[in-house]
């Protein structure tokens, strides 16, 4: 079995979790990424930590 995910498989994670937190449908890549991201911090999935450039975060 492959260690690496799939490109199907990271789509699907992305998706599901845009429809977790994001149930309008935005098409906005931005939007998209920030509600995923405090959805997650919020339900304690990842810690909130200060980064200092906004260009390492992987969208």
Do not use: H, Q, R, Y
């Amino acid at each position: 079995m492959s260690k690496k995910a799939s490109d199907l498989d990271d789509f699907l994670v992305a998706t599901i979790l845009a429809d977790l937190f994001d149930p309008s449908g935005s098409d906005d890549l931005e939007f998209l990424s920030k509600k995923i991201v405090d959805g997650l911090i919020e339900n304690g999935i990842i810690k909130n930590k200060e980064i200092e450039n906004e260009e390492d975060i992987a969208a």
